[in-house]
């Protein structure tokens, strides 16, 4: 396909995300590009963002002043695993034509989700080079572990979030030269935008949060026969328990878009409004409030990859439930626990106590790298103009980064 741009005009480079932590993260990457001199996002929402069940979060893009090049609903089949087929097969198709219509010069993806997977497919098919941020990870609990590694073989570029992971992609047969260990831009976002003191956030949401509380998501997971009735029921009945001890207050994001979700939100939903005043359920709080009442939060408690990935920046205690996110770097301010419920409350004891509190207080996160967003950028813009750039790529079978 040929590509809109030649010579040393600007790029157009899509911009895909699909849900609002994803958007959180692209952010800051968003906002540079909107400044660069050699770059033209064309931002694409998708997904949970257009669907009033899951916050109708292309709010928040709007609201930040990002223009967008498109909206593709692509949420229009069922829950299960057909209509998850049926989804990834719409969003190729709309994808697909979208970039054929359109011909950007690449195409930046962040993660690991079936949307962002197909999205990818369809780049692939169409001629459209890919840009990757956070490949390498491991997530055994959840089917975003190999549609992360398959998004990777298609990617032409290469943004993991730390040295460890940067080495898997290379193991993978990705060139180290199309490889950029950039660091985490969860880790960027922390360090870097303003937080929300407890009065206004407690405003914010209309919940009083100078109580002790827990910030608290849990999401499907979609490896294995994991049964999310069983494990959210759990889930509400170790917090119960330890509530009841405690009298620490329940600040709940819903689930995502996965199969099962749903399920998960009835109970959450159920369960908090049998007990106001002390639990409070949002389908989003947006990224500057979901990170300031995790910087505000007596402990993290889900499965949400933000538990282990972004609270090491906080050193906030964290209770790691599952399997979901087995396999990625776990720092020491992280319990990770099964999902039953007596494991579950054992570790978020633990958490709470005063001892573990200050052990998570002194975590050294592994994702820091600066200034990561604008590395991406920069990177981008030299690596969009480079002769050659979305070329068929060979398998690299050299060693990786301190191999002989």
């Known amino acids: 396909m040929q590509q809109k741009n030649s010579g040393t005009t600007k790029k157009h480079l899509a911009v895909i995300t699909g849900t609002r932590a994803e958007y959180g993260l692209l952010r800051p990457v968003i906002q540079k590009l909107l400044k ?20 109708h979060t292309v709010d928040e893009i709007r609201a930040d002043g990002i223009p967008l090049a498109a909206e593709l609903d692509i949420l229009k089949f069922e829950h299960g695993p057909l209509a998850l087929a049926d989804t990834v097969a719409y969003t190729i198709q709309q994808f697909a034509r979208w970039f054929t219509e359109n011909r950007p010069d690449a195409v930046l993806v962040l993660g690991d989700r079936y949307e962002i997977f197909a999205a990818a497919q369809a780049a692939a098919i169409t001629g459209v080079p890919i840009a990757h941020i956070s490949g390498g990870d491991v997530t055994r609990g959840a089917a975003d572990d190999y549609y992360r590694h398959c998004i990777t073989k298609m990617a032409a570029l290469h943004f993991p979030s730390c040295a460890a992971y940067a080495r898997r992609v290379v193991r993978m047969g990705e060139n180290p030269a199309d490889v950029y260990n950039v660091g985490g831009l969860g880790d960027e976002n922390i360090r870097t935008m303003p937080k929300m003191a407890l009065e206004e956030l407690s405003e914010s949401i209309g919940f009083d949060l100078h109580a002790p509380y827990a910030l608290v998501t849990y999401h499907p997971e979609t490896a294995g026969e994991a049964d999310p009735a069983a494990q959210s029921d759990a889930l509400l009945g170790a917090m119960d328990a330890v509530g009841h001890k405690t009298r620490l207050h329940w600040l709940i994001t819903k689930a995502n878009a996965d199969t099962g979700g749903e399920i998960i939100n009835r109970r959450l939903d159920a369960w908090a409004a049998a007990r ?23 402990a993290v408690v889900g499965n949400s990859s933000s538990g282990v990935v972004e609270t ?17 770097i776990v720092c020491q301010n992280v319990l990770c626990c099964a999902a039953r419920q007596k494991e579950i409350e054992a570790a978020l004891q633990t958490a709470l106590t005063p001892e573990f509190t200050a052990r998570a207080h002194q975590t050294v996160s592994p994702y820091y790298g600066g200034d990561t967003s604008g590395r991406i950028v920069a990177i981008l813009e030299e690596r969009l103009f480079a002769p050659g750039f979305g070329a068929p790529k060979g398998f690299y079978d050299g060693p990786t980064d301190g191999e002989a």
């Not at 660069?36 to 916050?55: C, Q, R």
């Not at 920046?313 to 399997?323: A, D, E, H, K, L």
Request: a positive charge; glycine letters at 12%.
């Open 36 to 55: 660069s001199d050699k770059i033209i996002p064309e931002v694409i929402a998708t997904g949970a963002h257009l669907s009033p069940e899951y916050g």
């Open 276 to 298: 106001p005043g002390q639990a409070v359920v949002f389908a989003s709080l947006g990224v500057k409030r979901y990170l300031s009442a995790m910087q505000h939060a007596a």
């Open 312 to 328: 090491p920046t906080f050193g906030v205690p964290t209770v790691n439930i599952g399997s979901r996110q087995a396999g990625r």
